[in-house]
């Protein structure tokens, strides 16, 4: 299978915009084993740098990520 961070990030950055619908798919995903790591956080900021537009939805979840981190 392809890594993880290669089909996430073309996901998200498939029409160069970050929907609400895509954040709360992200949320789930990353908050499901209830452990947050730095390399989830660094792929946060990635996929929001690289976006032309993003929801403010995205800026919250790297926020909840960051107090919730393990590492």
């Known amino acids: 299978m392809a890594e993880w961070r290669k089909v ?5 950055l498939a029409d160069k915009h970050i929907s609400e619908r895509e954040v709360n798919i992200l949320r789930d995903s990353l908050f499901v084993d ?5 390399s989830e956080i ?10 032309k537009s993003s929801v403010k939805l995205l800026d919250n979840l790297i ?6 981190r393990s590492d």
């Open 42 to 51: 660094d792929f946060l900021y990635e996929i929001k740098k690289e976006a």
């Open 63 to 68: 926020d909840d990520c960051e107090k919730k």
């Open 34 to 38: 209830d452990h947050i790591s730095k």
């Open 8 to 12: 996430a990030k073309a996901f998200a």
